[in-house]
T-cell receptor, first 113, second 114 residues
Framework: AQTIHQWPVAEIKAVGSPLSLGCTIK??????LYWYWQATGGTLQQLFY??????VESVVQLNLSASRPKDDQFILSTEKLLLSHSGFYLC????????????FGSGTRLLVI | GDSVTQTEGPVTVSESESLIINCTYS????????LFWYVRYPGEGLQLLLK?????QKGSSRGFEATYNKETTSFHLQKASVQESDSAVYYC???????????FGTGTKLQVVP
């Protein structure tokens, strides 16, 4: 069975500090991977997606970057956090090909102060 | 651009009553979107409830149903008789066929009271 693990579960970070969020998928080779972000009271916004190792496409610009260093790993990062980065970050995976639904991780709650 | 609009919550329903959560979409860049309902139960992660990929078809799961209506661009979620365990946040979403892009509604918090 496939599992998706996100870390950390929660973070409190200072404005201007760096951030790195991780996501690992086990039990599925070559998945499509996604990062989503939800501000408090807001909607889920797709930030990035990746269909293969080393290739990441940006959907929304939020002064964040993403990388896929391994087939089963997806990293979200920034060198300088903004207050507006606070919120809930979700990683998801789907099968390649058409009509696939997403499976989400448990998420990381980030508070920037 | 593409958008999803759903019933603004919170929605409070008494147990055993019927439920409808409205969802309408605009898919300007997707000719034949796939439509989804996801659910987040308290303390749990976001999970798929049901999906429909063909206009005119109905999806169902856990007593919930939704019909993909291309004419009215709607995908309303319905249940004939809700239970307390249905209390959760429900998200409507649309996606392109390739699956690399999925847009969500704002979510509707449902509270079922005894």
């Amino acid at each position: 069975a496939q599992t998706i693990h996100q870390w950390p579960v929660a973070e409190i970070k200072a404005v201007g500090s760096p951030l790195s969020l991780g996501c690992t998928i086990k039990g599925k080779s070559s998945p499509n991977l996604y990062w989503y972000w939800q501000a408090t009271g807001g909607t889920l916004q797709q930030l990035f997606y990746s269909i293969t190792v080393g290739q990441v496409e940006s959907v929304v610009q939020l002064n964040l970057s993403a990388s896929r260093p391994k087939d089963d790993q997806f990293i979200l990062s920034t060198e300088k956090l903004l207050l507006s980065h606070s919120g809930f970050y979700l990683c998801a995976w789907s099968r390649t090909g058409e009509n696939s639904d997403y499976t989400f991780g448990s998420g990381t709650r980030l508070l920037v102060i | 651009g593409d958008s999803v609009t759903q019933t603004e919550g919170p929605v409070t329903v008494s147990e055993s009553e019927s439920l409808i959560i409205n969802c309408t979409y605009s898919a300007t860049s997707i000719a034949y979107p796939n439509l989804f309902w996801y659910v987040r139960y308290p303390g749990e992660g976001l999970q798929l409830l049901l999906k429909v990929i063909t206009a005119g078809q109905k999806g169902s799961s856990r007593g919930f149903e939704a019909t993909y209506n291309k004419e009215t661009t709607s995908f309303h979620l319905q249940k004939a008789s809700v239970q307390e365990s249905d209390s959760a946040v429900y998200y409507c979403a649309l996606a392109e066929n390739s699956g690399t892009y999925q847009r969500f509604g704002t979510g509707t918090k449902l509270q079922v009271v005894p």
